[in-house]
């Protein structure tokens, strides 16, 4: 971690403080002692670990157990694995570098092929403990983070379908709570301005983990929570519910300057109509919409002026649990005169708006009023009325899915309770360029609970698909089980990875069903593991100035050992005080 960096954390850190006081969730005393010991922090570990004794919500009775994060004077470094990494760019369309093999190196090069000279960035597979990974990152991602999408374990055994819950489990919820809570902070640092968060959890976690958010992000940078339907098949039901239902939160590290789209939904209901009321060949007209007629999908609050010009808003409008509290008057060109929105209105139809641009359009029934709010709501079963699909055309899938693609990477069940590519694609889709009002194709996603990789795959599908330039960093352990004897990274994640994107496994076999089916992904891939060096080693060819290799962080190679050291000790904790020892 940079000292830089810690700076700049630190302060981040001591600003939540004081808002957690201002806010009366923590008391004055005992933020004045928690900003003093951030002050005397000698490092970031103990700085978030000093922050997450301020997390106890008194007002609301959210409270964990804080576990810390192990105090070691060890650096921990990247070390690229060169058996697992690979160059292989053979992307139909992609703007990334398109040469069929060439060294890694290459990257930050311009090549002459690449259309419009984007940089060729290779995607990353990061092995090892995900809050070493994360300080790692942050030398060289620091602000510039996109999109992550992460989904933690539930508990022991990734809380399967009829696993018991953290109440029973071994990952207790203040272990999970405690472990999230470091490692968001982290996340937070890594977000560029407008980056988004996504998080999947279940039923029995989604109230404690969305308090943590709260607590991480802010309650005002809450976007929404997503409903996903992860199966379709209900089994034999023992109990009187079941439950086929998971959640994914949505949060902005800055909710206002976020970019991100409405929900993309397809409507199975022949009767159900959405049209626009907008017609620019029409003279324009004052519409007044009746209170609680309108159906938003933007957040609540007060609004005086619309951010597009084709819609005026003649008076403040409150939107109030996603609809309008007042009367809604718009000035714009409309097919519709009052008379004919006061008719409809009587006859059930409801209106809706999808963004700030206060763009209306309208949803009716033929049969009914309809109650349809597409806000948060992600169905994939045939017989509701919305279903999500990405603007690749493509519906969301389910848990089914998800372990049918891996198997058919694989040749086999290897991981549990994966999430569809289709999913992931749907998410990533809803980010956009706010000043173009065009889907972002050179995004940068981070997984950091990357399991099977199905974020990374995600990725280089969309980028096959539309010739993006975006690239995946993905971070995973390497836990052993009877599946996976050499570990999930070594036998899943990244030969998952590799056939995808080359067509063949690392031994060369091509012999899975995936490939029958689909051409390979392209794309190169650089595999790091998390290393560790005693920072007092003096050892020659042992230090962390002989060890920590600057190219794997974005830079190019020191000409002098000087530059060398000087850059270690600004970016790795523990080094400075070897140094001034």
Excluded at 39 to 53: H, Q
Excluded at 129 to 149: F, H, M, P, S, T
Excluded at 541 to 554: C, H, M, N, P, S
Aim: contains cysteine; hydrophobic residues 30%; glycine residues 6%.
């Amino acid at each position: 971690m940079s000292t830089i960096h810690f700076e700049t954390t630190r302060e981040s850190l001591i600003e939540d403080i004081k808002r957690r006081c201002d806010d009366k969730i923590i008391e004055k005393s005992n933020a004045d002692l928690l900003i003093k010991l951030i002050n005397n922090a000698e490092d970031l570990n103990e700085a978030i670990n000093i922050a997450a004794l301020g997390t106890t919500y008194k007002r609301t009775g959210f409270h964990f157990d804080k576990r810390l994060e192990k105090m070691t004077n060890t650096i921990k470094y990247f070390k690229k694995n060169n058996d697992l990494s690979f160059s292989d760019i053979r992307v139909s369309g992609s703007k990334n570098c398109k040469e069929e093999s060439h060294d890694d190196k290459c990257n930050g090069e311009i090549h002459e092929d690449n259309r419009k000279g984007e940089l060729c960035e290779p995607h990353k597979l990061i092995i090892g403990d995900n809050y070493d990974a994360l300080q790692n990152l942050l030398i060289e991602y620091k602000g510039k983070i996109d999109v992550i999408y992460i989904d933690p374990p539930y508990g022991k055994d990734s809380m399967g379908e009829f696993a018991d819950t953290n109440y029973d489990n071994a990952i207790t919820r203040d272990n999970l709570l405690s472990m999230l809570y470091n490692r968001l902070m982290l996340a937070r640092e890594l977000m560029s301005d407008d980056g988004v968060i996504f998080c999947s959890i279940d039923d029995r976690n989604q109230a404690y983990v969305k308090c943590l958010f709260d607590e991480v992000f802010g309650e005002t940078n809450n976007i929404t929570t997503f409903h996903w339907e992860k199966t379709q098949h209900f089994g034999r039901q023992k109990i009187n519910f079941y439950s086929n239902c998971e959640y994914i939160l949505c949060y902005a590290k800055q909710v206002r300057i976020a970019s991100i789209k409405e929900l993309l939904v397809e409507k199975y209901n022949e009767n159900l109509t959405d049209a626009p009321l907008y017609n620019a060949s029409n003279n324009e007209k004052q519409l007044i919409f009746p209170e609680q007629s309108v159906k938003f999908n933007i957040k609540d609050g007060i609004y005086t002026e619309s951010n597009s010009k084709d819609y005026i808003l003649v008076k403040p409008v409150e939107v109030k649990e996603g609809t309008n509290f007042n009367k809604l008057v718009l000035k714009f060109k409309s097919r519709w005169a009052q008379k004919t929105v006061d008719e409809e209105y009587s006859k059930g139809t409801k209106f809706w708006i999808k963004s700030d641009k206060f763009s209306i359009r309208t949803i009716y029934s033929d049969e009914k009023e309809s109650n349809i709010s597409p806000k948060s709501l992600i169905f994939t079963n045939n017989n509701n009325p919305l279903v999500a699909v990405s603007r690749y055309n493509e519906k969301v899938g389910t848990n089914e899915n998800a372990s049918k693609e891996v198997e058919e990477i694989l040749n086999g069940k290897y991981f549990e309770y994966p999430k569809p590519v289709s999913l992931i694609k749907y998410l990533i889709s809803l980010i956009y360029d706010y000043g173009v009002e065009a889907y972002r194709d050179d995004l940068i996603i981070l997984d950091f609970f990357a399991g099977s990789g199905t974020t990374g795959q995600a990725v280089l599908e969309m980028n096959k698909a539309d010739g993006g330039n975006r690239q995946f960093i993905l971070c995973t352990n390497n836990e052993k089980t009877d599946t996976t004897p050499n570990g999930i990274a070594y036998d899943v994640t990244s030969k998952r990875l590799k056939r995808v994107m080359t067509g063949s496994c690392y031994d060369g076999n091509s012999d899975f069903e995936w490939i029958k089916k689909n051409e390979a992904l392209g794309g190169s891939l650089l595999v790091y593991e998390i290393d560790s060096v005693d920072n007092s080693s003096r050892i020659k060819g042992r230090t962390a100035f002989e060890l920590i290799d600057e190219t794997l962080y974005g830079k190019e190679k020191f000409n002098n050992i000087q530059n060398k050291i000087r850059w270690v000790c600004e970016n790795f904790e523990h080094t400075q005080k070897s140094e001034e020892g």
